[in-house]
């Protein structure tokens, strides 16, 4: 899709390319400063494979800010992202014969990477009167002995739906009553708007925390696409397996990439994307322009003229 965007722009159109979800910004100026003070210091040598002490620490610190649960360090993975956090958690799961339950509209690589490790994805179909939410009747009929995961996504890429604390305690009901892995990418739970409230699974998952699995990054939050950093907050006997893995893969995620999301000081430095000026102009605009896409559901590309009150846009789209 990207290769398609770039080449509709070499051909003189104006394209929203929606293929890469990436800010149009560059990082908070504590990232760089952070940075170049580790460069200094020296920082060219192998970390431990699940990531440096301060790193993991800072993710735990920061999880527990926000998102009121209390992980362990040593349930961190630090990865080459999310996508490498997931690719990880698929290698060490999944089997063939296993099915993995995946809500749609999704993010592309979840069946993907569940195919690549001979594995099923079964999809739960949504609706937009439903908000493009499962519900939990859908999710219990999805349920299968074979089920070993479900790959649960909100704020949701494609859709931008987002579960309440109600019915994600509804969707987290079901799944107790399983023996499958939760596995929540909660990568864009910080980019909330409208006094919603983000509401992580972990904290409704009470005794069944040893089957659930976090998913986060740095590449939304913080507008680091480009510096791969992500984890997973896993129990530490999928974390040691994730361990493993990683080991034979990567080995770290980069030890500048690691520097870059490890916090020096205030809590100040921890100001989101979400709170930038350029994501509060766009929003209004592209809430109102994808609102006017007549399908967004089959369209491969779409003209969206009258909502960007540009007559050449082509807007890209996928899920
Ligand atoms: C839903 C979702 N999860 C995970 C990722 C992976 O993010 P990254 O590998 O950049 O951390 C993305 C990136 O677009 C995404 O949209």
Not at 131 to 159: D, H, V, W, Y
Not at 212 to 225: F, N, P, Q, R
């Amino acid at each position: 899709m990207n290769a398609r965007a770039a080449d509709l722009r070499s051909k003189g159109h104006d394209v929203f390319a929606f293929g890469v979800g990436e800010p149009d910004f560059e990082p908070p100026s504590f990232v760089f400063d952070g940075v170049r003070a580790a460069l200094d210091k020296g920082v060219s040598k192998y970390t431990a494979v699940t990531g440096i002490a301060p790193l993991k620490q800072a993710i735990c610190a920061r999880t527990a800010e926000v998102r009121g649960w209390s992980p362990k360090p040593s349930q961190v993975t630090v990865t080459v992202g999310a996508k490498h956090a997931l690719f990880n958690l698929a290698l060490a799961l999944y089997e063939p014969g296993d099915e993995v339950i995946i809500p749609a509209p999704y993010w592309v690589s979840y069946p993907e990477q569940v195919k690549l490790c001979g594995a099923t994805p079964v999809f739960v179909e949504t609706t937009e009167a439903a908000g493009f939410k499962m519900s939990p009747e859908a999710f219990q009929k999805a349920l299968s002995p074979r089920t070993k995961a479900i790959i649960l996504c909100t704020p949701s890429n494609p859709t931008g739906s987002a579960y309440t604390e109600d019915e994600l305690r509804a969707l987290v009901d079901v799944w107790k009553k399983s023996d499958a892995w939760l596995i929540v990418d909660e990568i864009y739970a910080d980019l909330v708007y409208d006094n919603f409230k983000h509401c992580s699974a972990a904290k409704l998952a009470g005794d069944a925390m040893d089957r659930l699995v976090v998913v986060d990054g740095v590449s939304k939050t913080y507008a680091m696409t480009g510096w791969r950093i992500g984890w997973s907050i896993a129990p530490e006997r999928l974390a040691k397996a994730l361990d493993t893995v990683q080991g034979q893969s990567t080995t770290n995620a980069t030890a500048i990439g690691q520097i870059s999301r490890t916090p020096s000081s205030t809590r100040e430095t921890w100001a989101t994307a979400a709170s930038s000026p350029s994501f509060h102009s766009h929003r209004p605009r592209l809430v109102a322009a994808t609102s006017c896409v007549p399908s967004a559901e089959n369209a491969s590309a779409v003209t969206t003229p009258s909502c960007l009150r540009c007559p050449t846009s082509v807007a890209v789209t996928g899920s």
